[in-house]
């Protein structure tokens, strides 16, 4: 990994804001604070932030609409913190733009290990006019539900890390179905010539089971997909995780205008996961 950058720690406890701070410095980064959200969105504006930490409750805005106003011109990674123990919490963060999600209170070792993990996923210049993160082909400005919006690209993210499906040789750069063009390099995809709007866990996710070709995908599986290789395969996933995955699912569905009596690319397997439906004839 390069130079880690710019770090913005949003939080108005003044102990775990120092504490976010030493971790971040430690892992390298140029760190500033911010007590407010307010605050915190022109801090993140002003210094080109890479990496935002990002508190749920703070004291003059929810931290989700600290998040979607960040979205509207930046790029940056950002990994929320709360102390609220809701699972919708947790789903609003993912669905509002959020690259992941720590509840308080958290282990130093975990957090760098997050933010590590969320760099992995490539980022480049964008239609924010932001300095590019790395040299990932993505890039492009969010829509209302998070994922990104013009420049002709679906997401930003990698498309996969360690627990992804596993595939022999050389992987198709245009994977197709029913319809339905994933370039895993562009990170775009088109439904019968129409780009979607994903999010980076919904492309994630879709790239994945298109993948596996129709082998079964467990939600843990899914929620390594989703996730990048954060998780090794024998790390414990919560139910919220698989909840998550869950809605990202739904969310996915949607978009691709998927009839529920008679899907055209995700089945779910009850109690189990989800899978690609079969190959329909042109």
Do not use: C, W
């Not at 627990?163 to 179905?177: N, P």
């Not at 370039?183 to 866990?201: A, C, F, I, P």
């Not at 995955?245 to 899907?263: A, F």
């Amino acid at each position: 990994m390069s130079e880690p950058g710019v770090a913005v720690v949003i939080e108005d406890d003044e102990d775990v804001r120092n504490l976010v701070d030493a971790i971040l410095k430690e892992a390298g980064f140029v760190v500033h604070s911010a007590a407010t959200g307010r605050e915190g969105v022109e801090v993140v504006r002003d210094h080109h932030a890479s990496v935002v930490t990002l508190d749920v409750g703070l004291p003059d805005m929810d931290g989700h609409e600290v998040l979607r106003r960040i979205r509207q011109f930046s790029d940056a990674y950002v990994l929320m913190l709360t102390a609220r123990r809701d699972e919708p919490d947790t789903l609003t963060a993912f669905l509002t733009g959020a690259d992941d999600y720590v509840k308080k209170p958290f282990l130093p070792r975990e957090l760098r290990a997050r933010v590590t993990a969320m760099m992995r996923r490539p980022r480049t210049e964008g239609a924010y006019g932001g300095p590019a993160r790395s040299d990932g082909p993505d890039g492009g400005a969010y829509g209302p539900d998070g994922g990104l919006a013009g420049a002709g690209l679906a997401v930003t993210g990698s498309a996969g890390g360690s627990g992804g499906a596993r595939s022999d040789g050389a992987e198709q750069a245009v994977i197709r179905h029913n319809g339905l063009a994933l370039n895993y390099k562009s990170r775009m995809v088109t439904l019968q010539g129409s780009v979607l709007t994903l999010t980076r866990s919904e492309f994630d996710l879709l790239y994945d089971l298109l993948r596996a070709k129709g082998e079964v995908r467990t939600r843990a599986d899914l929620v390594r997909a989703a996730r990048g290789d954060y998780y090794d395969d024998d790390a414990y996933i919560s139910d919220a995780d698989e909840r998550a995955v869950e809605t990202h699912i739904g969310n996915l569905r949607r978009k691709l205008r998927e009839d529920p009596q008679s899907p055209r690319f995700l089945e779910t397997v009850r109690g189990v996961g989800y899978r690609l439906t079969p190959k329909r004839p042109d």
